[in-house]
């Protein structure tokens, strides 16, 4: 009669170490898929944003060989906020001259907005060098971090002739494609005027820009979640309450606006993002730290 005891509890004992193996295993291929998972989502994001990207110049207007006026486009700085870009205007030599002194006079005429700029070259002068404000177009910062601005500069010279008549002067222009967060795109597109040259600024933030913010937001839910997750829990009775979790909420709530203003570009408060995720993500935690206040006040340990 006392063999049947004994004769289960050893076959629970054989059955208890082939059971862990199992658990185990399991746990295993659960990381393992969770792993492969963020690996294919990190690769999706690497193909949508070109990290390695890294900003150049181009060529536009009339064949190097063939300007008469030889012009270097640099932006300086991109005030989204302000829908403004600040550039840098250089003329240069030729290429069939290494100086910097002009060699005859003539009149370059830049174009923004419904604002033109005139800039009178002086044969024998340092060629000039200028800086202006361009609008920016058709964008806003409150897409950020995948806002996207356009600005058109126009550009036209011209000397008078011995006849005293205005000779207009096939212009060369090379620009840089980059500025700090920023990636720029310059394209000459078509005008009515032959002698103009009128060129396209495609202005939007660096893959690498675009990842990092979008990387901080999916950071945010994450908190967001978790914090949710531990209260609910508590609150619902499926987990004990541990007062030390009141400190990680707690944490939670102050990390999320240091997280905020990690931003790269600084991007201000109230962009589309901050109501989607931001603003949401820190109820949230609060909501959380809340619910597990409720639980400690309602269930937790006598004094």
Same mark, same amino acid.
């Given at each position: 009669m006392h063999d049947a005891p004994q004769k289960q509890a050893a076959d629970s004992k054989s059955i208890r170490p082939l059971a862990r193996p199992s658990l185990f295993l399991? /746990?295993? %291929? /659960? !990381?393992?898929?969770? !792993? @492969? &998972?963020? #690996? @294919? $989502?990190? &690769?999706? @994001?690497?193909?949508?944003?070109? %990290? #390695? =990207? +890294?900003? &150049?110049?181009?060529?536009? &207007?009339a064949l190097a060989e063939q300007a008469r006026v030889n012009l270097y486009l640099q932006p300086i700085q991109v005030d989204g906020v302000n829908h403004s870009m600040q550039v840098q205007i250089s003329v240069v030599p030729v290429a069939t001259a290494r100086v910097t002194i002009a060699d005859r006079d003539f009149l370059l005429m830049i174009q923004r907005g419904s604002? +033109? =700029?005139? $800039?009178?070259v002086r044969a024998g002068q340092p060629l000039p060098e200028v800086t202006y404000q361009f609008d920016l177009e058709n964008g806003s910062v409150r897409d950020y971090p995948l806002d996207r601005y356009v600005s058109l500069i126009t550009l036209a010279a011209n000397e008078k #002739?011995?006849?005293? #008549? =205005?000779q207009p002067l096939p212009i060369h222009v090379t620009a840089w494609e980059g500025v700090l967060g920023y990636d720029i795109k310059a394209n000459s597109v078509p005008t009515q005027q032959a002698d103009e040259l009128r060129l396209e600024l495609v202005v939007s933030r660096t893959g690498a820009v675009s990842f990092f913010a979008l990387a901080i937001y999916g950071a945010m839910l994450v908190i967001m979640i978790s914090a949710l997750t531990i209260?609910? !829990? $508590?609150? !619902?009775? +499926?987990? /004990? @309450?541990e007062v030390t979790f009141v400190g990680a909420l707690g944490a939670m709530i102050f990390a999320l606006p240091a997280l905020r203003?990690?931003?790269p570009g600084s991007p201000p408060f109230g962009v589309r993002a901050d109501i989607l995720v931001f603003f949401w993500a820190e109820l949230g935690a609060v909501v959380a730290l809340c619910l597990f206040i409720a639980a400690w006040a309602r269930r937790g340990a006598q004094p």
């Open positions: 399991r /746990r295993v %291929l /659960r !990381l393992t898929a969770l !792993l @492969i &998972g963020c #690996a @294919i $989502v990190y &690769g999706i @994001i690497l193909s949508r944003f070109n %990290l #390695a =990207e +890294v900003p &150049g110049e181009t060529k536009l &207007g604002q +033109v =700029e005139h $800039v009178q #002739a011995e006849n005293g #008549a =205005e209260a609910s !829990l $508590v609150f !619902l009775g +499926v987990r /004990r @309450i203003h990690a931003m």
